[in-house]
């Protein structure tokens, strides 16, 4: 049988990682973080997560913030940005620069996700 692919997904909402965690572990190991540092550290933890999907608005460290010290320590992975807010500026730029891989629109949509997870 194969092996589930692993993402995580950060998110200071215990709701959203909730839904997420609901709707996203049947089909994925699915590692959840409540703010950015919580994130870096299971990075550290799974080396072997391709995927990682984070909430864009957060106390303390934003989304594209975690997003650029993880993408420092590992270069390879694939990072997303999910927002409940319009495109800003900043996600442009992401897009452009290669930081980020895609954004998600929030309430996400399940179908868009997966496909993306699973091209990796």
């Known amino acids: ?3 589930k692919k692993k993402v995580i997904y950060v998110d200071d909402e215990e ?3 909730m839904l997420f965690e609901i709707n996203f572990s049947v089909n994925f190991e699915v590692y959840t973080a409540l703010n950015g540092i919580e994130g870096l550290e299971l990075l550290d933890k799974h ?3 391709k995927v990682v999907i984070s909430d864009m608005k957060m106390p303390e460290m934003s989304g594209l913030e975690f997003v ?3 993408k420092e320590k590992y270069p390879e992975k694939k990072f997303y940005i999910l927002t409940g807010f ?3 500026k900043e996600i ?3 897009l452009k ?3 980020i891989h895609k954004y998600f629109r929030k309430p996400f949509n399940m179908l868009e ?3 993306a997870i699973n091209e990796h």
């Open 1 to 3: 049988m194969n092996e």
């Open 15 to 17: 709701i959203n990682v």
């Open 47 to 49: 080396p072997d997560v």
């Open 68 to 70: 650029t010290k993880a």
């Open 86 to 88: 319009e495109i800003t």
């Open 92 to 94: 442009k730029n992401a």
């Open 97 to 99: 620069s290669g930081l």
């Open 113 to 115: 996700i997966e496909k």
